[in-house]
């Protein structure tokens, strides 16, 4: 009985985090990736704006969340161009060789690449040296995966 009382108590405290990210490569809360926000918008609008269910679609196992038609197309079209680079988790934390989770708010675009950070003290910090973190975060990127 009591094994089973402590099996359930690590189930309980470890679990969302042993299971969080997995199943696919993108950071997603609650099934949708990027918190919600719209990606293309980072590109068009240099902004972070919420998306909406309303404009919503299922890409690379991903639910994706728009603010417009307009950019649910345009990401329809392309969604490898405005996806975020390393499934959406910390740029700088996969610099460093681990995943973290992002704000959508702490966000760099680069060479026309969006990268999501931590929160904006790491985004700092990612800016300081960008073509040195993103040549270590890409070589690390796929063992990270």
């Given at each position: 009985m009591k094994?089973?009382?402590?099996?359930?108590?690590?189930l309980v405290v470890f679990g969302p985090v042993v299971t969080y990210g997995q199943g696919t490569p993108y950071f997603t809360e609650k099934g949708v990736a990027v918190g919600?926000?719209?990606v293309v918008a980072y590109f068009t609008q240099q902004a972070a704006v919420?998306?909406?269910?309303?404009?919503?679609?299922?890409?690379?196992?991903?639910?994706w969340h728009f603010s417009s038609s307009e950019n649910l197309n345009?990401?329809?079209?392309?969604?490898?161009?405005?996806?975020?680079?390393?499934?959406?988790?910390?740029a700088y934390g996969?610099?460093?060789?681990?995943?973290?989770?992002?704000?959508?708010?702490?966000?760099?675009?680069?060479?026309?690449k969006?990268?999501?950070?931590?929160?904006?003290?790491?985004?700092?910090?990612?800016?300081?040296d960008t073509t040195r973190y993103i040549r270590q975060a890409n070589?690390?990127?796929p063992a990270l995966k």
């Open positions: 094994l089973s009382r402590i099996l359930i108590y690590t919600g926000y719209d919420k998306g909406s269910s309303n404009f919503s679609f299922s890409w690379d196992e991903v639910t345009l990401f329809k079209e392309h969604p490898q161009r405005y996806a975020p680079q390393f499934g959406g988790w910390c996969v610099s460093e060789i681990h995943k973290s989770p992002t704000q959508p708010e702490a966000f760099t675009i680069v060479n026309e969006l990268y999501l950070n931590y929160n904006q003290k790491v985004l700092k910090l990612w800016r300081s070589a690390y990127w």
